[in-house]
């Protein structure tokens, strides 16, 4: 059951600009959302998170913004850089429940 | 630091047969969890383990088992393997109640043949 959908498989931007990943949800029970940065041979990297309580989180060049009316949530990175080049996962829990369902990626391709 | 380590980093099956993959979390984590991660799908959980004991399962039948020992570390076994099972088998390790803390090894990739 595909509960948390990355429906872009793939974006390209140049350095410098914004790079906008998207991730949708259906379950409402889903109260902690995380993205997660995955580079090739390497485990997924923790990179930022926002609870439900909250519609935006930000850290740095990374910024969330949570929609929870429209079950959607975004992560932004301002400006992008060649380094940012991965594969970007969503994932949501409900808060407190270690069962965190994960989209399917986004490969982020940043060019210089 | 080592980080989370885990063995063997290939291994190739057949249909039937029986896999252990090991994995050792980072310096202070007490906790491990499983994935699967089927080939252009995002990581599915599988169960967790705290206190040697298994916490949480995900959606996976009981050919899927787990074992925690007392120095943390943690095992995942496969039985009657099926051509399905082949994946990236991630372990994560974290503090017990904190989902943020979650660091992920490299993984295991299975082959079923």
């Known amino acids: 059951d595909q509960q948390v959908k990355q429906n872009s498989p793939s974006l390209s931007v140049q350095e410098g600009r914004i790079s906008i990943l998207n991730c949708d949800y259906t379950?409402?029970?889903?109260?902690?959302f995380l993205w997660y940065k995955k580079y090739p041979a390497e485990g997924p990297t923790f990179l930022i998170s926002?609870?439900?309580?909250?519609d935006k989180n930000e850290d740095g060049r990374f910024t969330v913004f949570l929609n929870k009316s429209a079950k959607h949530l975004s992560l932004h990175i301002v400006p992008s850089q060649p380094g940012d080049s991965a594969v970007y996962f969503c994932?949501?829990?409900?808060?407190?429940?270690?069962?965190?369902?994960f989209g399917a990626g986004t490969r982020l391709t940043v060019k210089p | 630091d080592a980080g989370v380590t885990q063995s063997p980093t290939h291994l190739i099956k057949t249909r039937g047969q029986q896999v252990t993959l090991r994995c050792s979390p980072k310096?202070?984590?007490?906790?491990v969890s499983w994935y699967q991660q089927a080939l252009g799908q995002g990581p599915q959980f599988i169960f967790q383990y705290y206190e040697e004991e298994e916490r949480q399962r995900g959606n996976f039948p009981d050919r899927f088992s787990g074992h925690q020992f007392p120095n943390y570390s943690s095992e995942l076994n496969v039985n009657a393997l099926l051509l399905g099972d082949s994946a990236l088998y991630l372990c994560?390790?974290?503090?017990?109640?904190?989902?943020?803390?979650?660091?992920f090894g490299p993984g295991t990739r299975l082959l079923v043949l």
């Open positions: 994560a390790s974290s503090l017990w109640g904190s989902q943020e803390t979650q660091y």
């Open positions: 310096s202070g984590h007490d906790t």
């Open positions: 994932a949501a829990s409900p808060l407190n429940n270690n069962d965190m369902r």
């Open positions: 379950n409402s029970m889903f109260d902690y």
């Open positions: 926002i609870s439900s309580i909250k």
